[in-house]
């Protein structure tokens, strides 16, 4: 299992960022995918995860700090998850982890991880 993540970058406050992740192997369609983030100095959280359905308007499908702001989607045709940030803010700076799951739904540590992807954002 691969998950390629792309899209990071530097950007200004309020600006907009698309991260994807190319998954391959044997995962996707039947597994629950989610994107992680590590601020310098501080430990990775969750940001965002997604089941195998497309739900996530779990109460924990999205860190409360990133509610409204950020947007989890997949495309299984193209085995591809994404991670719409708007309204980017300062304390969004961080290295984004796509990750994976073996279940549908995602609950609990993720099985696979990306490379990572290092969002900037400016202030």
């Known amino acids: 299992v691969q998950l390629q993540a792309s899209g990071g970058g530097l950007v200004q406050a309020g600006g907009s960022l698309r991260l994807s992740c190319a998954a391959s192997?044997?995962?996707?369609?039947?597994?629950?995918m989610g994107w992680y983030r590590q601020a310098p100095g501080k430990q990775r959280e969750l940001v965002a995860r997604i089941s195998s359905g497309g739900i996530t308007n779990y109460a924990d499908s999205y860190a409360d700090s990133v509610k409204g702001r950020f947007t989890i989607s997949r495309d299984n045709a193209k085995n591809t998850v994404y991670l719409q940030m708007d309204s980017l803010k300062p304390e969004d700076t961080a290295v984004y982890y796509c990750v994976g799951y073996k279940t549908t739904l995602g609950r609990g540590q993720p099985d696979y991880w990306g490379q990572g992807t290092l969002v900037t954002v400016s202030s």
């Open positions: 192997g044997s995962i996707f369609s039947d597994n629950a």
